[in-house]
């Protein structure tokens, strides 16, 4: 179905091909527009994610030592959480449930736009066990994800998805405000849930780099982050169906995570990759009365905040459906030489609903012997010009290569055409093909 515009015109003559769609385009309509990239994740400042823990050490101190469902140091939490998250502009809901004779609570924080029915999800629980104040466990995720959706608020994030941000209360008692928050949730509303991400330990003293093995998109994001930090992970599984997470995944939603491991002991091998200590805990700490402040590494927690919010500025930019549909052009169109009008390639697309994804990707295909003479245009239905390539490479041969493009204000369905121009004599080649991914 998506290739039907290539099969199409692989009948007609490049030429004719050339010609028609070149005059479809009037010239009066390209004022340039520089491509615009998605928007660049921030680099979460590890010194806000220190001051909630901070934070929520103080309360746990307040508080009898610890955060836990039914104590006052749990409730105080969430009020400290939920009083920040309202300052920055989100829309905050509280929702009580009863476990173990004592009210629990989840906070649920909306952030306003994005498209109602495709909502990306990140959440961690707040609870931390009777033992202690839970700093790594898990404070460290919920102050990563809530300086996340305050970097979301500072930075006026408007993603195509709609983004939801959640803590969860009495999780250490078996899952239960996240249970109590899918199983309360309508078949509806499940349904819009395009991914659940979780983070539960994420600053572990003697840190791992695990991600969770779910979602391949969800994973292959992780992955994707740790990469361009050259840091090896490996798969979760000591806490796999121990958190958050899992209530989603049973309901059929997408999920996946980060984990910088709990009571099980890091290896010679994790050792020689990660640093820190083999033949001990990751965290030595967990759920006992030393998993304070001084319990947490810096470099891991650092990380794994700007994995949060990396993770949310990519999976949220995404399309709503149905994501990575192609559209190619096989047919070549000749480009002649300078001086000579520009020719365009076109590609038809239909099928798609609203406006294409802010990372919109086009593989330019082109075969010509000085890709410097080239000037190079994405042309979107209404006639903006999106300008790929600009005499850049000099004497090289061809121009192969995928642009992102941000094409978020323009409806996808129509006619984009693919133009260039050659803008020096000599050399020149021909539109091999091109294709256009929403
Ligand atoms: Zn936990």
Known sequence: MSLSVSRRL???TAFAVAGLFASAVPAALAAPTAVAAAPTPPDIPL????AHLSQLSTIAANDGGNRAHGRAGYKASIDYVKGKLDAAGFTTTLQTFTSSGAT?????????????NSVLMAGSHLDSVTAGAGINDNGSGSAAVLETALAVSRAGLQPTKHLRFGWWGAEELGLIGSKYYVNNLPAAEKAKLSGYLNFDMIGSPNPGYFVYDDDPTIEQTFKNYYAGLGVPTEIETEGDGRSDHAPFKNAGIPVGGLFSGADYTKTA?????????????????????????????????????????YAIWTLGAGTAVPPGRSFENTADVNIPDSPAAAVSSPITVTGVTGNAPATTKVDVNIVHTYRGDLVVDLVAPDGTVYNLHNRSGGSADNLVQTYT?????????????LRVK?????????????????
């Open 10 to 12: 692989a009948a007609v």
């Open 47 to 50: 010194a806000n994610v220190k």
């Open 104 to 116: 629990g609570y989840n906070l649920i924080a909306d952030w306003p736009g994005g498209d109602p």
């Open 269 to 309: 091998a994790q050792a020689q990759k990660w640093g820190g200590t083999s033949g001990q805990a990751f965290d030595r700490c967990y759920h006992s009365s030393c998993d304070s402040l001084t319990n947490i590494n810096d470099t891991a927690l650092d990380r794994n905040s700007d994995a949060v919010a």
């Open 405 to 417: 493009v941000n094409a978020s204000s323009e409806v996808a369905n129509g006619v984009w055409n």
């Open 422 to 438: 050659d803008s020096a004599a000599q050399d020149v080649g021909y539109i091999n093909s091109w294709k256009i991914t929403f």
